[in-house]
């Protein structure tokens, strides 16, 4: 069985950072993306950031030039560094992997900016 497991999250405050941590494991198989999503209080679920297999990434506007999507094909793990981060930034961020059998999610982890 799949499992990809956040970690990471936690209380900090504005201007500050976070890196989270997705590990995946239970699959034979490897992913052809991985990416990080949020989701605030009452907001839909966005796409935060995207890394693909051979390197090339992609970001959500709102976080561009302050957080980096990076991977551990070794450790199956995939990064998020959060840097000078604002109260807005504050959600739940979940983990996806994606590959040829389909999609998979982590139960997510909390982020939460206190200003």
């Known amino acids: 069985q799949v499992q990809l497991v956040e970690s990471g999250g936690g209380l900090v405050q504005a201007g500050g950072s976070l890196r989270l941590s997705c590990t995946a494991s239970?699959?034979?198989?490897?992913?052809?993306?991985m990416a990080w999503y949020r989701q605030a209080p009452g907001k839909q679920r966005e796409l935060v950031a995207t890394i693909y297999n051979g390197g090339f990434t992609h970001y959500g506007n709102s976080v561009k030039g302050r957080f980096t999507i990076s991977r551990d094909n070794a450790k199956n793990t995939v990064y998020l560094e959060m840097n000078s981060l604002k109260p807005e930034d504050t959600a739940d961020y979940y983990c996806k992997g994606v590959s040829i059998y389909g999609e998979y999610w982590g139960q997510g982890t909390q982020v939460t900016v206190s200003s």
């Open positions: 239970g699959s034979s198989f490897s992913f052809n993306a």
